[in-house]
């Protein structure tokens, strides 16, 4: 069975929430990094200490 592929260029956001800033993917701290805005919107980027990807938050 082939599920539909959704491979889309966007990155993949966070929203901001009560817990600790973590990475969505591995767990490890995130490092701010700077405020960028795109779309008008507000993004957060971070740098997780664990796995080094770039981490986009927004808030909700
Ligand atoms: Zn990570």
């Known amino acids: 069975m082939l599920l539909p592929e959704r491979q889309e260029d966007a ?3 966070f929203i901001i929430n009560d ?3 973590t990475c969505g993917y ?3 701290r995130l490092e701010f ?3 960028k805005e795109l779309d008008g919107e507000e993004v957060f980027v971070n740098e997780c200490l664990g796995c080094k990807r770039e981490i986009l938050m927004v808030e909700n």
């Open 11 to 13: 990155p993949t956001y």
């Open 26 to 28: 591995c767990g490890a």
């Open 33 to 35: 990094i700077e405020l």
């Open 19 to 21: 817990q600790p800033d």
